[in-house]
Structures are given as C-alpha cells and as structure tokens.
C-alpha cells in the first residue's frame, strides 16, 4: 500500500489482514485439538493394551521368535508394534500442541535489520508477538512505538506476523498429520490383538 492512500482504503487493508490473522490462528487450533484428540485415544488404547496384559506377550518374545508357538508370537509381535506405534502417535501428538517459535520469530536485532533495508530506519520494532513486546522496557515505552506506526508500518507488522503464523501453521500440521496416521495404524493393530484373538490373559500369556 503507497503512503498516499486515504484512510478508508487503509482501514479496509488492515482489517483484510486482521481477518487473514485469525483465519490462520483459527488452524492453529484446530490443529491443537486433533493432536488433543490424538493424545486421548492414544492414552486409552495403550492402557486397554495394559489391561488385557499385552505387556506380558511382548516380554515373552524371543530373539528366534520364529520357534515360538505361533500365537504367543502373533500376541508378543502384534502387542509390540500396537505399542510402539501408539507410543510415537502420542508424542508426534505432544510434539504438535508444543509451541515451537524460536526458528519463526524474528528476533528484536534481526527485525531491525529489516526494517533498515524496506524503510531505512532501524527504530521500528515488532509489536505483535507477546515475547518481542515485553522486550521494551516499560509498557509506555510500547505504546509510544505503537502510536508513532503508519498504516503502511502497521500493516507490514501484521503481514509479517501472518506469514510467521503459516509457519507455526504448517509444522504443526505436519506432526498432526504423522500422529494421527501412527494412531489409525495402532489402533488396527490393537484390534489385531484384543479382538482377532482371546485377550493375552486367556491364552495362557498372563498368570
């Protein structure tokens, strides 16, 4: 936007890029509650795994497996990968809903570098991210870079944090999408156990 344009036309671009910031945070929580869900079913299929004692299967596994009876190795086997694949969907999960801003966010040096290059003054600093506000040193200090901003500044500061939000965006989405892909195979491998065959307890795996 040119630093002539009129006030209508200004507050019609920051409030496009205002409704583009929540359109992208609005994924940011979806993509949280998936990995919640993931975490939750996660959670209860290992502890039905542990109730029905598939623990116990797997610890009876032999390096020559191939010699055991063929149903304490389908047990042992099943029970092993059901665990180890519920395992990672939950921490592919946990990995998810953890913040992971230090690579995304430009620091306060970093941001005046390029406020230097696109207006020729390294004064601005960012004012949107919680942590690179309370980088000032008092809250007046913050509103006094607030206030002094143009539109142009303003809408260079949410365009910027936009795009940052992409980033979070699409990392997030790349773990959900491992974790929610771990979890539908553990799940088929938990039915492979519990339900093709008697639970471990009743095959004479358990005590």
């Known amino acids: 936007m040119s630093s002539g344009a009129t006030p209508s ?30 975490i939750a079913w996660t959670s209860a299929l290992i502890g039905a795994l542990y109730a029905v004692r598939a623990h116990d299967a797997v610890a009876k596994l032999q390096l020559s497996f191939w010699l055991m009876p063929f149903r304490e190795m389908y047990l042992g086997a099943g029970s092993a990968i059901a665990f ?17 801003l ?6 306060i040096e970093e941001q005046a570098l390029e406020n230097q290059r696109i207006y020729g003054t390294s004064d601005l600093r960012p004012v949107i991210f919680w942590k690179q506000i309370r980088a000032y040193n008092t809250g007046n200090d913050y509103w006094k870079a607030t ?34 892909r771990l979890a539908f195979f553990g799940s088929i491998a938990v039915a492979a156990v519990i339900l093709v065959f008697p639970a471990p307890t009743r095959a004479g795996i358990g005590p």
């Open 9 to 38: 036309s200004a507050t019609t671009a920051l409030d496009f890029q205002w409704k583009i910031h929540a359109y992208v945070n609005d994924y940011i929580k979806f993509a949280d509650a998936k990995a919640a869900v993931v």
């Open 84 to 100: 180890v694949l519920l395992a990672l969907g939950f921490w592919f999960a946990v990995v998810a809903i953890a913040p992971r």
């Open 102 to 107: 230090r690579p995304s966010y430009p620091t």
């Open 147 to 180: 206030e002094s901003l143009t539109d142009e500044q303003r809408l260079a500061e949410i365009g910027r944090h936009c795009w940052t939000l992409s980033r979070i965006v699409m990392n997030k989405y790349w773990w959900v999408g491992w974790s929610l």
